[in-house]
């Protein structure tokens, strides 16, 4: 039997059709921004639909000069949370629609922490499937404080996963850019009860760049949305006039204490983000319990 290495082999499974393009994507983010483990997730699929896509923006921005560099963006979003969980060192982090995030794995090395990747059954089951192709992903996948959960994120029962944990935080990246405003406040409402129960600080975070901030798509951007729907059966980013400090108060009327919004320019130095000199655009929210302290 040939022996397996951490670098993925030729047999690595087939992607399936059902795997956002959105999730792809990002996983091929981070194995070219070189964070931690990422390579655990990259495949053939990943590697392509990040090339396309890289190669559709670039065309864009020609049209578009203002356009931010996306892939520096989910790096630099991604790092803020990395660096914001670090900072609070807490004893327990549910990420809600995980996705190929190589979060989970990296944080659960610390075996003080209790780490909970909930989302759908066949993305969990796609994710395993590709630790399962090296001893590093192997092992990672034995770790009895990393916990997979297969459910919808609008089902899953939180108290399950964070009753006997006080200091706390609730991770979901990339999620809320695809929620209606309803659904939103719906979804901020569950968390934000379960945030109000930690007996210690417990913080949830999340991006969401308002969509009067962002650049108008034009109508090159409106046929890359079209391919995207394509590849996510109809999915599309949600759509509303409210502006930054319109989405802190719902955030607030949801039950949350404390709310800030944070951009990369604001921690560029306190986190040391990766390339500091690009600009990109992000926003992520910070919301916590009177006992926090983003």
Request: hydrophobic share 40%; net charge positive; proline share 5%.
């Amino acid at each position: 039997m040939t022996a397996q290495t951490d670098t993925p082999q030729s047999n690595e499974p087939k992607e399936s059709g059902d795997l956002s393009v959105t999730a792809l994507y990002t996983a091929q983010t981070w194995r070219w921004g070189q964070l931690p483990n990422a390579g655990l997730f990259e495949s053939k699929e990943s590697r392509a639909v990040f090339g396309v896509t890289n190669i559709a923006l670039a065309v864009m921005k020609i049209f578009s000069w203002k356009l931010k560099s996306l892939r520096h963006s989910l790096v630099h979003r991604h790092v803020m949370i990395d660096s914001l969980i670090d900072e609070v060192r807490p004893d327990v982090v549910i990420e809600l629609a995980a996705g190929l995030s190589r979060r989970g794995v990296t944080v659960s090395s610390d075996e003080r922490i209790e780490y909970w990747e909930i989302d759908l059954p066949h993305v969990i089951a796609k994710k395993k499937m590709l630790l399962e192709r090296t001893h590093t992903g192997q092992a990672m996948l034995q770790r009895p404080n990393h916990h997979w959960i297969a459910e919808d994120v609008r089902d899953v029962q939180l108290q399950t996963m964070s009753r006997s944990h006080n200091k706390r935080v609730y991770v979901a990246e990339g999620l809320c850019m695809y929620l209606q405003p309803s659904e939103q406040r719906t979804f901020w409402s569950r968390i934000a009860d379960d945030v109000r129960s930690a007996m210690g600080p417990a913080l949830f975070v999340f991006d969401l760049v308002p969509w009067c901030e962002q650049p108008k798509p034009g109508w090159l951007g409106r046929a890359l949305e079209w391919l995207m729907k394509r590849f996510t059966k109809g999915q599309s980013f949600a759509r509303d006039e409210r502006t930054r400090e319109a989405i802190c108060a719902d955030l607030k009327a949801s039950g949350f204490q404390s709310v800030q919004a944070l951009e990369p320019r604001d921690v560029t130095h306190r986190w040391r983000l990766p390339y500091p000199k690009k600009k990109t655009q992000q926003v992520v929210f910070v919301c916590g319990n009177e006992a926090a302290e983003p």
